[in-house]
């Protein structure tokens, strides 16, 4: 495997691993902007930008990008989060070219038309409302709320029907002025790739963007608190976040090998107490996500609403309880878990290629997966109960959705 780096003279990045004996090519245009670079008038913009660009171009119609992709066999798709968007593709690998065409033309040429916007908005509508009818994912978007109450870390990513009512086609294209620029965008690719290949192409189609990257989002402010809502569903889903360390942090490691050993899998404390051993609710998990500046460990459950409150109280125990007695063989585990998840992830070109964006946005630099696995063998027992304190000791954001929800605290 040949992993090469270049890049241009704005800042814009290309970073790629050569895959000798695979057929096919992943790439992904990753820029470091998304929903927490928002103002509050521009809710849902970042997530409207990214459906948007797929609506037309100056040279291609919608129809006409999804039938240049799929002419070749391939696939072309985008995502956005709190703190990025990425663009990817996957094709062949002699279509690599094609593939940064597409991804390039929608980026820099959408046309963002207006009756497409007003019937894109109507789409974007309809994943709110489809988001609001899946309350284990409504509750995560409740708990992102409390812990950063007025804050674009807190709101939801794909808006509100009044925050899109007032986006148009200029706010699109301020959007793109300002955000993407040279230094906040980075193209990753892994596969059969042409490293050199690439860098010529990226030099046409992005060497003129403007350097420096996007507009600084404001810092994290963790306040907790809780957020009820009684919606008419069949069982209680509640979520419990706690601040936890940022992707940069030294403890960062050790927070998630204890948030694997406390909910991460069926062997899990969270899995066998409150799901095998008292039956309180059938989905019961722990996960920790990580930003720039504030993490978050969230403890999801779902529960019939009669069990509600003890199935939170037993969850709070646990919790707490794997502090004080964790266990070696629960770190060996939860390292295990998470080296195999690594490794397993890294095994195709769209799991090298994200990877390779990923680390380059987080770190500035292409941290070698043997780094990484390092790290989790220096978590000692000890490093792993300090992360859990540590985050258990900041003030909680509960909430919840389901029947009498609102009666949980």
Not at 301 to 321: F, I, M, N
Not at 340 to 367: K, P, S, Y
Not at 396 to 402: D, I
Request: aromatic residues 6%.
């Amino acid at each position: 495997m040949t992993l090469r780096v270049s890049r241009l003279g704005n800042g814009f990045t290309i970073v790629s691993r050569t895959l000798p004996d695979v057929e096919t090519a992943a790439v992904g245009l990753n820029a470091d902007v998304g929903a927490r670079h928002e103002s509050a008038a521009e809710n849902g913009l970042a997530h409207l930008f990214e459906h948007m660009v797929f609506k037309g171009t100056a040279t291609r119609s919608a129809r006409a990008i999804a039938e240049a992709i799929e002419d070749v066999g391939g696939s072309l798709n985008a995502w956005t989060s709190r703190d990025a968007t990425v663009f990817h593709a996957r094709v062949l690998g002699a279509d690599m070219p094609l593939a940064v065409t597409l991804i390039a033309d929608l980026v820099r040429g959408a046309r963002f038309d207006a009756g497409d916007l007003e019937r894109e908005r109507e789409v974007v509508l309809s994943e709110i409302g489809e988001a609001r009818d899946t309350p284990d994912d409504l509750v995560f978007d409740h708990v992102q709320m409390t812990a950063f109450p007025g804050q674009a870390l807190g709101r939801p990513i794909l808006g509100t029907e009044e925050s899109l009512a007032g986006l148009d086609a200029a706010a699109l294209r301020g959007w793109r002025d300002r955000q993407y620029r040279g230094g906040g965008l980075v193209l990753s690719a892994a596969g059969r790739v042409d490293h050199d290949a690439l860098v010529a192409q990226a030099e046409k189609l992005f060497d003129d963007l403007p350097a420096g990257g996007p507009v600084a989002p404001e810092a994290a402010r963790w306040a907790g608190g809780w957020q009820g809502d009684d919606n008419r569903t069949e069982q209680v889903h509640i979520a419990l976040g706690h601040e936890a360390p940022c992707t940069l942090a030294p403890d960062y490691f050790a927070a998630q090998i204890f948030t694997v050993a406390l909910g991460g899998g069926m062997s899990s404390r969270l899995f066998q107490e409150v799901r095998e051993e008292r039956g309180l609710a059938y989905s019961v998990s722990a996960s920790h996500g990580g930003w720039a500046d504030s993490g978050m460990l969230s403890l999801y459950l779902a529960t019939q609403p009669r069990d509600a409150g003890a199935a939170l109280d037993l969850t709070r125990k646990v919790a707490s309880a794997t502090v004080t007695g964790l266990e070696p063989v629960e770190v060996e585990r939860a390292r295990a878990q998470l080296k195999a998840g690594l490794l397993m992830g890294l095994e195709g070109c769209a799991g090298q290629a994200d990877w390779l964006g990923r680390v380059w946005l987080t770190h500035g630099r292409i941290v070698p997966v043997a780094e990484v696995v390092a790290a989790l063998d220096a978590v000692t027992v000890d490093a792993a109960r300090a992360a859990g304190a540590a985050m258990l000791a900041s003030p909680a954001a509960l909430a919840a959705v389901g029947p009498r929800a609102g009666k949980l605290q």
